[in-house]
T-cell receptor, first 113, second 113 residues
Framework: NAGVTQTPKFQVLKTGQSMTLQCAQD?????MYWYRQDPGMGLRLIYY???????DKGEVPNGYNVSRLNKREFSLRLESAAPSQTSVYFC????????????FGPGTRLTVT | GENVEQHPSTLSVQEGDSAVIKCTYS??????FPWYKQELGKGPQLIID?????GEKKDQRIAVTLNKTAKHFSLHITETQPEDSAVYFC????????????FGPGTRLSVLP
């Protein structure tokens, strides 16, 4: 049971390049989330998926797209990276059955130059 | 939408002393309040949570109190140890999983030996 995994761990992009951040969970969770973490701002929700086949915008969705590929996988895509997207990105999934504990992945540190 | 404030932003205590971190929220519909601990280079991990029908919850050296009328909740850590040093985040959410979690900006706790 690996929990929530994210790839890659680190990435450097040039302005205008595109990339996809991958996230997978093996806990059979229905809901998955993408957050960005910036110094002094906590975690801000980019997109979430309440169930397979559905996605919704969070607080800061501009410049990002997501795909809920199946129940396990939720990817985040930057179509044209900008320096303002330099951040640490965390994927999370939530346990079902009455508790609402979010399990977080280890994060992806992205730098856009 | 929901707004969560958190104070203080940094906190230093002597080993063995108590630490208190306070959060306020704006949306009276929020009814689930988790606290997360984030160690350097890792994703946040849930340490304790409380729902709006409960005023206090304890788990060994940590406790959370909730005042729904005043819309604030607090994390209490007693007998602090060096391994408690980390960044702590509070959050607020509706009870239905899949809804937005809104996080506070975080508190960096340092426990001095």
């Amino acid at each position: 049971n690996a929990g929530v995994t994210q790839t890659p761990k680190f990435q450097v992009l040039k302005t205008g390049q595109s990339m996809t951040l991958q996230c997978a969970q093996d806990m059979n969770h229905n809901s998955m989330y993408w957050y960005r973490q910036d110094p002094g701002m906590g975690l801000r929700l980019i997109y979430y998926s309440a169930s397979e086949g559905t996605t919704d915008k969070g607080e800061v969705p501009n410049g990002y797209n997501v795909s809920r590929l199946n129940k396990r996988e939720f990817s985040l895509r930057l179509e044209s990276a900008a320096p303002s997207q330099t951040s640490v990105y965390f994927c999370a999934s939530i346990v079902t059955g009455g508790r609402y504990e979010q399990y977080f992945g280890p994060g992806t540190r992205l730098t856009v130059t | 939408g929901e707004n969560v404030e958190q104070h203080p932003s940094t906190l230093s205590v002597q080993e063995g002393d108590s630490a208190v971190i306070k959060c306020t929220y704006s949306d009276s519909a929020s009814n689930y309040f988790p606290w997360y601990k984030q160690e350097l280079g890792k994703g946040p991990q849930l340490i304790i949570d409380i729902r709006s029908n409960v005023g206090e919850k304890k788990d060994q050296r940590i406790a959370v109190t909730l005042n729904k009328t005043a819309k604030h909740f607090s994390l209490h850590i007693t007998e602090t140890q060096p391994e408690d040093s980390a960044v702590y985040f509070c959050a607020a959410s509706g009870v239905d999983y899949g809804q937005n979690f809104v996080f506070g900006p975080g508190t960096r706790l340092s426990v001095l030996p």
